[in-house]
């Protein structure tokens, strides 16, 4: 039961870090106010 476990809870790991990691190359064009703002702060 615990390897079982193991494998679940790495292949969520997995799943997770591929969401951040495709947020990161392919960023969502436009956004809510607060991530223009963010966007803005980093482009000076």
Known sequence: MLKYMTIV???A???????VIAS????AKGGDAAGRG???L???
Do not use: E, H
Not at 24 to 27: A, G, K, T, Y
């Open 9 to 11: 809870n790495w292949i």
């Open 13 to 19: 790991i997995a799943f997770l870090s591929y969401l």
């Open 24 to 27: 990161l190359l392919f960023p």
């Open 38 to 40: 963010m966007g803005k």
């Open 42 to 44: 980093f482009l000076c």
